[in-house]
């Protein structure tokens, strides 16, 4: 071959190679570039997993919170107070020596005088005794009284506590606990306040009855000095027993 065939034959050979289409060129494939590449495509998914959950968390948290500050949605504190009212008013009806201590200080040396004065007339000691019997009697019907309204509301104290008891076992949160726990309370202070009331009605009755008779000792006293002074010594008359 002839040097101007030679020259003409690589010509052509790389006119061929410059003409061939980028396709049409062998592609090459590089393990360590695809695995890099695999392994960042892991770790970004995986991050992406871990934002998921931490959201999910914190949603979750939110609605844990929620529920906390959820209110109680059962409540008896208007029954309670309906029957501190009514215990109040079986109070007020206290007749004679009531409970409040300026009158009371005031009735009681009226009607329970430590001594009986000489000047007080007969009529007047029947009627001081009558009113004092009166006051003993009104005391005994009145601790009867508040004895009868604690009895009245044991039923409503027991579907009170009843019904705090399953809303403090269904609750779903502190708040509702707490809530459920303080009404407990409260029904328990009322039933209390039922009690001291009961007590102090019956030791009204027992005082005022002890101050009755201690009072009525007195009154006797002072009527048979009186009689004893008004009535002239014995003296012998000749009495005929038979005609």
Do not use: C
Not at 110 to 115: A, D, I, K
């Amino acid at each position: 071959m002839s040097h101007k065939t030679h020259v003409a034959v690589v010509a052509l050979l790389l006119a061929m190679a410059v003409g061939t289409p980028l396709h049409a060129q062998m592609l090459v494939f590089d393990p360590s570039n695809y695995s890099q590449n695999l392994l960042t495509a892991a770790r970004s998914l995986q991050q992406i997993q871990n934002q998921i959950k931490s959201l999910q968390n914190e949603a979750q948290m939110l609605i844990n919170q929620a529920k906390q500050l959820e209110q109680l949605p059962t409540t008896v504190l208007n029954d309670v107070e309906r029957d501190y009212s009514q215990i109040q008013t079986l109070l007020k009806q206290a007749n004679g020596i009531t409970y409040n201590v300026q009158s009371l200080n005031q009735a009681y040396a009226q009607r329970y005088p430590v001594s009986i004065s000489s000047t007080t007339s007969d009529l007047q000691m029947i009627a001081s005794a009558e009113q004092r019997w009166q006051d003993s009697l009104s005391a005994f019907q009145h601790s009867l009284t508040l004895g009868a309204g604690a009895v009245q509301n044991l039923p409503n104290t027991q579907a009170q506590t009843a019904s705090l008891l399953a809303s403090s076992q269904s609750s779903v949160g502190i708040l509702q606990a707490t809530q459920a726990g303080n009404q407990l309370v409260a029904v328990q202070t009322r039933q209390l306040a039922d009690l001291t009331a009961l007590l102090a009605a019956q030791g009204r009755a027992q005082a005022l009855e002890s101050a009755r008779q201690a009072e009525a000792e007195g009154q006797a006293q002072e009527q048979l000095r009186r009689f004893l002074s008004s009535v002239q010594g014995y003296q012998p008359q000749t009495v005929q027993m038979f005609h």
